[in-house]
């Protein structure tokens, strides 16, 4: 029988070291991943569509694809996350398509990269980049087969004209905000209008939605849909409890408006069902405090096409 390590924590408790393969930083990543689909989906376009995981981490048709690097450590002139991610452009000629290709990495970018600046060059410095790096690489006793192959691939004569239109669309970010800071920035940019912590209620559950979309419709997002969504989980957490105005609550008419209201339908109606005067007195009251309520209510809205209100609030007004 395997005997399973021990650990022990602060509070004194024993169990299971963890697994050298933790899975929870794969988690995380798809986490992350996820969150930054939501970003890019709160920036779709009408009739846009959004792809995750289908040809690349995050797609959007005919317009950008970003790769997505939730890695700790730095990232230096032979990292994985670089060469990797352009190879595999290079293997697929659908990037031709796009006007961006992004590679979004939480990684600190290496003090002695050769990566520095890489943004700001031209195409042909960059490749002239990648040849140093290739060369210095070349010189060196002890070498990684998977390394060395990504940098054969890349750097192969055969793949030059495409991996200057790669280059050409190419930018790298380095030091990408974390998870809690790209949620926190997404509550103030698209969930304003929102109070009482509900702000992240709503990039919550749209991550949710995001993710779903993933098992349920191929990680397909199309912009009318998304937009639905968004309207129905708005709808759903905007609070619908008003406080009805309380200033004309206890307000008592007037003699001249009492004999005004005599003529009213409603208090007619009331005499010829022969309710006592008590009843018509209190109904008289109601209809002067709504009234007044809803005039001060409205001042200040624009009154367009629409008849005064006042009019229509008139006592003898009956209407068309």
């Known amino acids: 029988m395997v005997?399973?390590?021990?650990?022990?924590?602060?509070?004194?408790?024993?169990?299971?070291s963890k697994l050298k393969n933790n899975a929870i930083a794969s988690v995380q990543g798809i986490t992350y991943q996820n969150l930054v689909a939501l970003e890019k989906c709160l920036e779709l376009t009408e009739d846009q569509t959004l792809y995750i995981e289908i040809w690349?981490?995050?797609?959007?048709?005919?317009?950008?694809q970003v790769e997505v690097?939730?890695?700790?450590?730095?990232?230096?002139?032979?990292s994985q996350s670089f060469w990797k991610t352009v190879s595999n452009w290079l293997d697929n000629d659908k990037f031709k398509s796009y006007s961006e290709l992004i590679l979004l990495t939480t990684q600190k970018l290496n003090e002695n990269s050769l990566f520095k600046g890489f943004n700001e060059k031209c195409v042909e410095s960059k490749i002239k980049v990648l040849e140093k790096i290739q060369n210095d690489y070349s010189t060196q006793t002890v070498k990684s087969?998977?390394?060395?192959g990504y940098l054969?691939?890349?750097?192969?004569?055969?793949?030059?004209?495409n991996l200057r239109i790669v280059l050409e669309?190419?930018?790298?970010?380095?030091?990408?905000?974390?998870?809690?800071?790209?949620?926190?920035?997404?509550?103030?940019?698209?969930?304003?209008?929102?109070?009482?912590?509900?702000?992240?209620?709503?990039?919550?559950?749209?991550?949710?939605?995001?993710?779903?979309?993933?098992?349920?419709?191929?990680?397909e997002i199309k912009y009318e849909e998304f937009t639905e969504e968004k309207r129905r989980i708005s709808q759903q957490l905007i609070s619908k409890v008003l406080s009805f105005p309380a200033t004309?609550?206890?307000?008592?008419?007037?003699?001249?408006?009492?004999?005004?209201?005599?003529?009213?339908?409603?208090?007619?109606?009331?005499?010829?069902?022969?309710?006592d005067?008590?009843?018509?007195?209190?109904?008289?009251?109601?209809?002067?405090?709504?009234?007044?309520?809803?005039?001060?209510?409205?001042?200040?809205?624009?009154?367009?096409?629409?008849?005064?209100?006042?009019?229509?609030?008139?006592?003898?007004?009956?209407g068309e």
């Open 145 to 148: 087969d998977t390394t060395l």
């Open 56 to 64: 690349g981490d995050v797609t959007i048709e005919d317009d950008s």
């Open 169 to 219: 669309k190419f930018s790298l970010i380095t030091e990408a905000p974390s998870y809690t800071e790209i949620h926190e920035r997404l509550c103030q940019t698209h969930a304003s209008f929102l109070s009482d912590g509900k702000d992240k209620s709503y990039i919550k559950v749209l991550t949710g939605y995001v993710h779903n979309q993933i098992a349920q419709s191929n990680g």
């Open 69 to 78: 690097k939730h890695e700790k450590g730095s990232l230096n002139n032979l």
């Open 3 to 16: 005997k399973l390590g021990v650990y022990h924590t602060q509070s004194g408790y024993k169990g299971m």
């Open 152 to 161: 054969t691939t890349v750097m192969s004569a055969s793949k030059r004209d």
């Open 248 to 275: 004309y609550v206890s307000y008592q008419p007037s003699e001249e408006e009492e004999a005004k209201a005599l003529e009213l339908p409603f208090v007619k109606k009331i005499y010829d069902i022969e309710y």
């Open 277 to 318: 005067d008590e009843i018509s007195i209190e109904a008289i009251e109601h209809f002067y405090r709504q009234r007044k309520t809803v005039s001060e209510e409205m001042q200040g809205y624009e009154n367009r096409d629409y008849r005064s209100y006042e009019d229509m609030n008139r006592p003898d007004y009956i």
